[in-house]
């Protein structure tokens, strides 16, 4: 494991990312050194694994893959226990842009739990099948919480300390909307930053666009109804 030199992580879960991780972890260790990370290797079975050790980055790897949700957890419960006051979710895809962290990091250290580096504080949403799924989110995050979440699909979020444990210490949180809305329902604060996100163009999404439908239809009954039911830890 690297030495702690940052006071922010950022967290990669990389499931058969071949074909992108080696870029995606070299721009952060060339340009954005004021950074830490650590790679979730979630059981790919491609060359990812290889490529990490080949390269001695930091990584965890899980023997078996637990999918987001596992990675994410895993990543935050090693930002909790080394003490990290900001953890970044962050893909291995070449999506995310490592550029915003620090802008995401000034809007945090102002007091603010979660920021969402997200595509459309400034810009229009587009009338596509996957943003009017994303338009349904936000309106039912707005219903129920009162607060305004412009990108709630985005997967590029900061959390601060207080999330950090409250992630790392308990078993029901994925890096999903729902999550965050449940949060905000017990207290947390979000704010969202404009940013740019570049398509995918090597690897394995973990939302197959078969799974795209049935994933919007499950956020929004977790916001809207199972949500009331649930408990934290």
Not at 101 to 110: A, H, P, Y
Not at 152 to 171: F, L, Q, V, W
Request: proline share 3%; hydrophobic share 35%.
């Amino acid at each position: 494991m690297q030495q702690k030199k940052s006071d922010v992580l950022i967290i990669i879960p990389a499931y058969n990312e071949e074909g992108s991780i080696e870029n995606v972890v070299n721009e952060i260790k060339e340009s954005y050194k004021e950074f830490d990370y650590v790679i979730i290797n979630d059981g790919s079975k491609d060359r990812t694994k290889e490529i990490c050790e080949h390269n001695n980055y930091n990584m965890i790897d899980l023997p078996i893959n637990l999918g987001l949700a596992g990675g994410f957890r895993a990543g935050m419960k090693y930002a909790y226990k080394e003490n990290y006051k900001y953890a970044v979710q962050f893909d291995a895809d070449g999506q995310h842009r490592p550029e915003y962290i620090s802008k995401m990091k000034k809007v945090s250290e102002k007091g603010v739990n979660i920021v969402i580096a997200s595509r459309f504080v400034t810009e229009k949403k587009p009338f596509s099948l996957r943003m009017i799924g994303s338009r349904m989110i936000s309106f039912a995050i707005k219903l129920t919480t009162g607060t305004k979440v412009y990108d709630p699909t985005s997967g590029m979020r900061m959390y601060d300390s207080k999330m950090i444990k409250e992630c790392a210490t308990n078993i029901n949180y994925g890096p999903e909307p729902d999550t965050v809305s449940f949060l905000i329902k017990n207290g947390a604060t979000v704010e969202e930053i404009q940013s740019t996100m570049e398509e995918r163009t090597t690897g394995e999404s973990y939302l197959s666009a078969f799974k795209s439908i049935s994933y919007m239809i499950r956020m929004l009954l977790s916001i809207l109804v199972i949500q009331n039911f649930r408990k934290r830890g």
